[in-house]
T-cell receptor, first 116, second 111 residues
């Protein structure tokens, strides 16, 4: 299957600082990338959808000024958590979808963010 | 409201004891139904995509089936390494391929 690389796999940051998470599709061009958040023993909650070269579409209740998403190329999307607070601590996962494949999306390894 | 419901929430099997996981959905304009496997602290790993009622797909000990209202993931003679959370998700037509996930079934296979 296609490979999606997410970096870092874990990060600890101080409250008030910003953290950037990268998501790369290694062997295909991702026309669409998705960012999810997952709390312990919960399912994945979609935060936003981004298409290369255009602004991300955020789900209801997700603060776009807090969670900045950039999809600058067909292989890279970034999520920046700005002015992080302890309640932002969570598992963040990206996925990428190629233009073909009927909607099949491949996921990164996830990033465990802990804000102290 | 569109929903994806998985059952049971947790399932404990003995090695070799076959069983099925259920995913029922109420979405309009289903484009596709997806099964993923997720290990603790990892991102989901793609297993299957099903597009139309009656479709079946197999991979090793896993077989996924789809009806107009639900999907089953059958696990035949499971092994301890099959232990994971199995997630079901759907996409709708016109949704930009957005996945709506169920809460998952935590499968534990004891040796």
């Amino acid at each position: 299957g296609a490979v999606v690389s997410q970096h870092p796999s874990w990060v600890i940051c101080k409250s008030g600082t910003s953290v950037k998470i990268e998501c790369r599709s290694l062997d295909f061009q991702a026309t669409t990338m998705f960012w999810y958040r997952q709390f312990p023993k919960q399912s994945l909650m979609l935060m936003a959808t981004s298409n290369e070269g255009s602004k991300a579409t955020y789900e209801q209740g997700v603060e776009k000024d807090k969670f900045l998403i950039n999809h600058a190329s067909l292989t890279l999307s970034t999520l920046t958590v700005t002015s992080a607070h302890p309640e932002d601590s969570s598992f963040y996962i990206c996925s990428a979808r190629a233009g073909q494949g009927g909607g099949k999306a491949f996921f990164g390894q996830g990033t465990r963010l802990t804000v102290v | 409201e569109d929903q994806v419901t998985q059952s049971p929430e947790a399932l404990r099997l003995q090695e070799g004891e076959s069983s099925s996981l259920n995913c029922s959905y109420t979405v309009s304009g289903l484009r596709g139904l997806f099964w993923y496997r997720q290990d603790p602290g990892k991102g989901p790993e793609f297993l299957f995509t099903l597009y139309s009622a009656g479709e079946e797909k197999e991979k090793e000990r896993l077989k996924a089936t789809l009806t107009k209202k639900e999907s089953f993931l059958h696990i035949t003679a499971p092994k301890p390494e099959d232990s994971a959370t199995y997630l079901c998700a759907v996409t709708q037509r016109g949704s930009n391929y957005k996945l709506t996930f169920g809460k998952g079934t935590l499968l534990t296979v004891n040796p």
